[in-house]
């Protein structure tokens, strides 16, 4: 049986701790979908497509990667995929508190779902994309926390 | 003189999580008033009624409890309704910290007013009102995190 | 129905922050039972008799409260008593996970027993015995941390 | 060279705990720019103005003090201004997450700024700025949570 | 390549929590080995050779399961076994921090060995073998808290 | 007036963590003073002697730089080096609280100093003397984690 993780998140941007979740996560499955939200920020800095082109350019050649946007329930999509493995990246104590709930919810709703957790390496750690959207919206350089091969695409494109 | 416990919340909608606090912190008590908040949720799932209809129809039977909506502080509440207590479950660390304060702030405005807290059993630690309207808004079965006899009432209704 | 509370702790020494959670808890119960645990710590500062002794002269003219010495598991000693509520202070967040663990585990084992909980007051947060004892053991000045009228027994007495 | 601090905020209102933070950093400190920024707050309570106005008031004697509103990142700021110091208050293990992240980004962003923290005294720990603002927009008594010099200045002024 | 993983950890004793991440880990692994510390407890409970038996009793008829005791780091059992994987179950934050920053020097030691992280399930969250010691000190019935069919052998065995 | 700070541990032994946030600091104060606690530990790897001349050796060409041995109250240090400031770094949300309730105490027992705290850089965030300990204690390599001029002195010297 194929082992296919689902990596779920808005990814808006996907940065450089997101790369490295992935990157570390590919020896453990078959295959990994990264799968981005439709829903949930309220003003986000890139569109689903532009999300969806800059993470499809990164990944090109890559055969066990896939990207996807989503609606509706996580696990719904998980199984509608045929993926029995939820991957997540763990940054803080804060994080850890969200996301345990998260899996938890999820694993009641649907138990043969698992959530699989990896630790961001200690100096992706400060990276979340909240920040790293607030520093492109006041024109800072961002690069430093963005994929190296990694195009942005902005509004004008 | 009466032991009176205010349980203040948005309850959007109330939870397992929820009647599982009133029902342990009843043989405390001499009575609970379940008070929903007027004004905190900015896209609230249930309407103040709809809210207030449901908690009531699930302690209908119950003398010592009371269900009643509110605006304004929630210590001014207590006050008018001679509640010398706060009622509060606590689930998660991150939930302490916010509670902590909300508390101590309280406490600051008028002595009078003890908090009192009971942790979340284990099964209900991750059940929030927050991941329930996510699970409700995206169509999924929202049913092992909600009280047994509560009867739900959409929109529509 | 009584309320009693049996109220745990090593209270080596007993502190002001422990003497603000018994007083604001005595409107809440019938009786609140101070209860030292004679096993935890490695190196006591004072020997269980002088930890009963102090906290005796503390409060020899208030009938609701008791002090006690215990063995063995702490539901035990409460289940002896008649008591149903366990009362605990919180301090912070790790504090939190810590008497969450343990509140858990009991009511697994006696499902009759509930804990309560209250917030020390701000200025007493961080107030702990074993800070307390580090200062009472290089000579240091811990009168600001203990109840004011509380007598320290010094090993030679 | 001048040691020069930026302390950044939105300060909407400025607290007993941000004027607590201020007055113990002084003497570390050549001159501490208060700096209000332009951005953060959906739905302010006081416009910057406002605020600018409340704070001068309080420091209007006090060489040391600058009071400034900005837009744009707060490094920015920091280089524009000479300032090699960022201090902040920290407050809660929540906060400190929080900050940790901001921290580290800015540091990687310009290696030459670095964050300095102090802790809120504990009878301030509690205090935030949008505890209070609930507490002004009920109409409650936010002045034990307020500077004592301080002048609120309301939307009709 | 297979994929093998190492579930370090002192076990003493081995707990429901323990078994249900095994028991979810499988679907993931080729093979898994339970891995017994030597070192780390200063007045264990269950000796080495009690804590090996009692986990070869509970998976004597998995063959993907294995348990071993070790001395020395962990990353160099791992690498003496050609596990990439270290299998680790996340409780509270408080584990978390102290999980994160094991795996973190780990990975900074040997950067081929990879920490997966699954979540207890909330029922098992405040299940600890310190709290589990404790009871069995006491004389308490830890059973709801242990494999269903797991033997304790006691010292005298 | 000269700005002395006391950096009070048990830097058993000195990291990289230490070494950063010392470097951090200088341009901060007149004078640091590393302040080896001689009391904390109950089974220390390196003697205080061992640790002194470790230290000693790495800032021996900076004249800002002293380091002392000392018992007793680390306020009570300070007090008698003439040092307002207790310089401290952060790691995590836990080490937070930690320091948070020392840090308090210390202030109510002499509020003429104040404890000032600068983060730890990510990537030294999961450093801590603890792990380091066990590295060396099983003969690992422990040098990524130390200064890198810095000569570890083993028991036999």
Partial sequence: ???????????????????????????????????IGKHSLKTPLFTITQRLRMIEELYHDNRKI?????????????????????????????????????????RKMNDQIETVFLLTTPEFTPVNSTIIRDILRHGGDASPFLPDKMKLYDDEQ
Avoid: W
């Fill in 1 to 35: 049986m194929n082992k296919i993780a689902v990596f779920p998140g808005t990814f808006d941007p996907f940065t450089k701790g997101h790369e490295n979740i992935v990157q570390r996560a590919l020896p453990l499955f078959d295959k990994i979908i990264i799968a």
């Fill in 66 to 106: 896939d990207i996807q946007s989503y609606e509706g329930l996580t696990i719904d999509f998980c199984r509608d995929h045929h993926a029995r493995y939820l991957l997540r990246g763990l940054r803080t104590a804060a994080d850890f508190e969200y996301e345990r709930a998260i899996a938890q919810v999820n």
